[in-house]
C-alpha cells in the first residue's frame, strides 16, 4: 500500500500495536506523528529501526486525556506537513480489578484514556480530514464483544469506542469513512503486564488459531482501513482475533 504524501497520527506509537502500525505506515511511504506519554526513548529507537523507510517520523509527546496537550500535538504535526490524512486512536490502558473494588480514580483513569482521548482526538482532527476526505481508525477489543470478568472499565470503554465510531461513522459520511478494529489477544507490553497479574489467567485455550496475534497481524487490519482498498469500509468493526470471538 502507498501513503507517499499522506500524513498519519497515531496515538500511543511507540509500543505495541502502535509501534507495529507506525512502521507499517513509515515503509509505505508516509509521514508519520508517532504520540506517547513518556517514552521518549523508545520513539528515538523506533526511529533509529525506520531510518531506512521511505516515509518520515515527528515526535508527539502528548496525554490524549487533556484536549490541550492533543491540539499542541496536532498542530505540531500540522506546521511540519500542513495537512492529516489519517488518525489512527490506539493509545490504551488496561485494569484487571473485581468490579466492587474499582476506585472512581481508576475507572476515570481507565475510561479517560479509552474513550474519551478518542472523542478529544477526533474532534480536534476531523476539521482537518473534512479537507482530505481522510479517515479514522479506532482500535476497540474483542472483548468490548465478549465482555470478562475484572475488565469492566476496559470493556465499558471498548464498548463505547464501537458505538462512537458507528456514529462518527453516520455524521462525517460519505467525506470521512470511519471505522475501528476489535483484536484479540495480541503480544504486547499490555498483554504481557496483564498476564503477571498475579492470579489473572491468560491462555490460548479459548482461541481457535492456538496462539496470540502478533502486533503486525492487526497493524495490517488498520493500514488497511486506511486505505483506498478500503473505500467502502464506513463505520465498520474489523476483528483480527484468531477465531475467539466470532459474529
Ligand atoms: N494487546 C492486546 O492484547 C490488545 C487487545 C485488544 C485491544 N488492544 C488495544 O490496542 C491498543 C494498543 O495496545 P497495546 O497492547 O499495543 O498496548 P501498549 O501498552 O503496548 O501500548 C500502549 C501505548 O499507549 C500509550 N499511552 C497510554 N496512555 C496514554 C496517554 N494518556 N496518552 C498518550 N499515550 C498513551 C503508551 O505510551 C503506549 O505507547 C490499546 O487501545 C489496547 O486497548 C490491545
Not at 489519517?86 to 479517560?112: C, M, R
Request: negative net charge; proline residues 5%.
Amino acid at each position: 500500500m502507498n501513503f507517499k504524501g499522506k500524513t498519519i497520527l497515531v496515538t500511543g506509537g511507540t509500543s505495541g500495536i502502535g509501534k507495529a502500525t507506525v512502521s507499517l505506515f513509515t515503509q509505505a511511504g508516509a509521514t508519520v506523528g508517532v504520540n506517547h506519554i513518556g517514552q521518549h526513548e523508545a520513539f528515538i529507537e523506533l526511529e533509529r529501526e525506520l531510518s531506512e523507510a521511505p516515509g518520515k517520523l515527528i515526535e508527539l509527546e502528548a496525554n490524549v486525556t487533556d484536549a490541550g496537550q492533543v491540539r499542541v500535538a496536532l498542530d505540531t504535526l500540522l506546521s511540519a506537513t500542513n495537512r492529516l490524512d489519517v488518525l489512527v486512536n490506539n493509545a490504551g490502558v488496561s485494569l484487571i480489578k473485581p468490579f466492587l473494588e474499582i476506585t472512581e480514580d481508576e475507572w476515570d483513569h481507565i475510561v479517560d484514556t479509552d474513550l474519551k482521548s478518542v472523542f478529544l482526538c477526533c474532534q480536534a482532527a476531523i476539521p482537518e480530514l473534512l479537507k482530505t476526505r481522510g479517515t479514522i481508525v479506532n482500535i476497540a477489543s474483542e472483548l468490548a464483544i465478549s465482555g470478562r470478568a475484572k475488565f469492566a472499565p476496559y470493556t465499558a470503554a471498548k464498548g463505547g469506542i464501537i458505538s462512537l465510531t458507528r456514529s462518527l461513522a453516520r455524521e462525517f459520511a460519505p467525506t470521512i469513512r470511519v471505522n475501528a478494529v476489535a483484536p484479540g489477544p495480541t503480544s504486547t507490553p499490555m498483554l504481557a503486564a496483564e498476564a503477571a497479574v498475579p492470579g489473572h489467567n491468560e491462555s490460548t485455550a479459548d482461541i481457535p488459531l492456538g496462539r496470540y496475534a502478533d502486533p503486525v497481524e492487526i497493524a495490517t487490519s488498520i493500514v488497511f482501513l486506511a486505505s483506498e482498498h478500503a473505500g467502502y469500509f464506513c463505520g465498520d468493526i474489523l476483528s483480527p482475533n484468531g477465531g475467539a470471538v466470532m459474529r
